[in-house]
């Protein structure tokens, strides 16, 4: 979790009571001066996610396109979208992670070294590392519940774009297929089966920027191979240099299309870079450090990730099959150091984290398209079940040399959700969906402190409803409500005593919390080539409770909604011209009354985002995006809030006939000097009171920054 954490931790110390992690929306952080802790019919002619990544990856001649389904992706809910590859590849940006910010309202940060999986903002909710975004890649989650780092870890590092053939858009739980971690919003990330041409290609850029790219596919036997390795380094502006070095790969073998045939994938990734962390904001003020300057040079970390998995599909008259099944082993080891010398004035406050997991799981759906009093109905059924098995903990450390252990765990973690829904087309201008999942969880901890060991589950039924009216005049009208689910970190389920002294009661929180969602939209199609959206929608949560990796402790939270609206649009007037524009605000309150105020810290209000792409196959090309990321309240009453950010990056290429392809991209265009991220807790510098400082924290946005690029396609 990193910074979010350090201010829980910082928190902890004056809230002996215990509670636990529903979604890592901003939970109760330190005030200004709290007791340090450590530790439609337009749709059915668009291309599914499956015929459109089909396409891409040349389906067999002859292969007709399926009909849309009527619950496909476009169909569901205003703010619903299918991006392409192709427009997630067209603009430029820093790090994988910004991929993502390809999703309408999403904002996509860092706080630490090119490694750790990235901040997420979303619908007024500082989403941790990915806590209430469920990302998934081919079929496979990429959020690790119970993680040592983190509820929800989703680290996408792994992840290499130019395979990327569609990224499916879905927000609010109102979706029968999507379960936990997916109550604020879910991305499902496909790769291309073929490419369309073979890719090499290398980058250089400021800072020590190095990337070389691989990928390609061949024939072999009745299907295709497909191959892709990347290499990177990176050393970033920083004093302390990152120092990043990652390797990645992909090899897939696949017959027939998306919706007949299969698929087997192996992914490896494996990474290790130093961070510099957020930093005391009055150690640059002071001249202790310089503005890209470290308060702890042996923070850092460790982390690899290697998958197989497999995919198979079949069609037929009355529906369509669709298996997934995959095994997951990552390791992540992280040392971080955010209070400095708050709790050890003497050897100081890094810790190590440390996550070991094997995940195995299987997803299926079957879909029945049938007629039911002479109207077209859509009935979907399906299945997804994961088994994580984890050894992960927490220890002191001093220059990444062990000193303590805070706690060790064993862990097994099961998974089953079990989902239906139906969609009918009532009318031309009226269709339905109504839906209903239900999830199983349950596990066991073995804890080195053994009364923080034992057992637990919990079950939950999310009903789900969907409307969709229209098209009158190119407008469809939208309406959806839902129940969904977060679960909590099964640790802060069973545990009894405070693992840092073994001694202290600690209550049990439940596994499962409630999160309650609905929205109203409109989408507009009825000028060439624009469409538009606008989306209103509330979302509640019960409780939103963490689960303190740091300290090894659970923390209770408060009742919450976010009322929000959501306006985005594309426009495309000429084949090689387009523009979008997305504006998005959120008012996030907790619902209780509390003398500390209602202001949830970290949640955005304002984000917004606007992009220019031009270029043909053949000749010049460019891009220019801008993202707006609004001030955030860093304390309940409001009384420490964020910068603002707006930081623009830009690319100018040229393709040539013979397949080279030559470009250039400049990111924080106009050098703007504002910060990645900001937190607001108690740290200590050597020489301060014992009891701490409350400041501002901040992790600084790079400076301008250039990288070249050398590509050939053949």
Known sequence: MGAAQA?????FRTLPEIAVDAPAAPHRTARRHPAPRS?????RTAPTPASAATAIAAPVAGASSPPVPLSAPQNQAASTRVISGAEVNALPVARVGEVLEAVPGLVVTQHSGEGKANQYFLRGFNLDHGTDLAITVDGMPVNMPTHGHGQGYADINFIIPELISTMTVRKGPYFADVGDFGSAGAVGIEYLRAMPKNLAEITVGSFGYRRLLGAGSTPVGEGTLLAAFEGNTYNGPWDVPDNVRKLNGVLRYSQGTLTDGFSLTGMAYANRWTSTDQVAQRAIDDGLIGRYGSLDPTDGGIASRYSLSGRFAHSSDIGQTDL??????SSLQLYNNFTYYLDNPIEGDQFNQYDRRTVVGLNGTQRLNYRFAGLPVETRVGLQSRADSISLGLNKTLQRDWLSTVRADDVSEQSLGLWTDTTVRWTDWLRTTAGVREDYFNGRVISDTPANSGNASASMTSPKFGIVLGPWASTEFYGNAGTGLHSNDIRGATISVDPNDKTTPLDRVPLLVRSKGAELGIRNRSIPGLTTSLAVFVLDFDSELLFVGDAGT?????????????WTSQYKPLPWLGFDLDVAYTRARFTNVD?????????????????????????????????????????????ETSLASLIFNARLGYRFDNGIRLQLDALNLFNAKTNQIEYYYLSRLPGEPLDGVGDRHVHPAEPLAVRLTLAGAF
């Open 595 to 639: 003398p500390a105020g209602d202001l949830i810290p970290g949640a955005p209000a304002w984000v917004a985002s606007a992009g220019l792409t031009l270029g043909r196959e053949t000749g010049w090309f460019g891009a220019v995006k801008g993202r707006y990321f609004g001030p955030r309240p860093l304390i309940e009453d409001g009384s």
């Open 324 to 329: 997934n099944a995959y095994v997951i082993r």
């Open 554 to 566: 659970t923390e209770p939270s408060r009742p919450s909604r976010r009322v929000g609206v959501e």
């Open 39 to 43: 530790g439609s019919h337009q749709a």
């Open 7 to 11: 201010q829980q931790q910082a928190q």
